[in-house]
């Protein structure tokens, strides 16, 4: 019953990663190339912060105004995803129900909750998949299990 789905139902469970200490330029090449527009930021094995397309282009808009691509891409590659990333980072658990999830995500205007179990870092729920769920859109687990843009 669709009143009853958990996190875990819906989740995506292979996600990319990326440590604090790495660039911007290289989050912009994975978020590019990978089609992903959120990353759990992880130090140390822990999750830390999480980083979205959102904050990538506010971090060059804010810095960069007018300027071309090469110095762009060169502020990119100066900066690390720890001044920029959202921390701490909100979390639900594998066991929330969805509209928990939804109601976060909405409440606090982000597109995406790490779901966390215990310490571990189990998934990603991102609006896309409450949307595909609501809509009754079935996805099948090879599906969720491969990292896509949510």
């Known amino acids: 019953m669709i009143d009853h789905a958990r996190?875990?139902?819906i989740m995506q469970t292979k996600i990319v990663t990326i440590g604090v200490t790495e660039r911007l330029s290289t989050v912009e090449d994975i978020m590019t190339l990978g089609r992903v527009r959120h990353m759990p930021v992880v130090h140390g094995?822990?999750?830390?912060?999480?980083?979205?397309?959102?904050?990538?282009?506010?971090?060059?808009?804010?810095?960069?105004?007018?300027?071309?691509?090469?110095?762009?891409?060169?502020?990119?590659?100066?900066?690390?995803?720890?001044?920029?990333?959202?921390?701490?980072?909100?979390?639900?658990?594998p066991d929330a129900r969805v509209q928990l999830a939804a109601r976060l995500m909405a409440d606090r205007k982000i597109g995406c909750l790490p779901v966390l179990d215990g310490d571990v870092l189990a998934g990603m729920i991102t609006e896309t998949d409450v949307l595909c769920w609501v809509a009754g859109v079935e996805r099948d687990a090879a599906e969720r299990g491969s990292p896509r843009q949510g």
């Open 7 to 9: 996190v875990r139902d």
């Open 45 to 93: 094995g822990q999750l830390v912060g999480v980083l979205s397309q959102r904050d990538l282009l506010r971090a060059s808009l804010s810095e960069l105004g007018s300027y071309g691509s090469e110095a762009r891409r060169a502020f990119l590659h100066a900066i690390e995803i720890e001044r920029v990333m959202s921390a701490p980072p909100i979390v639900i658990d």
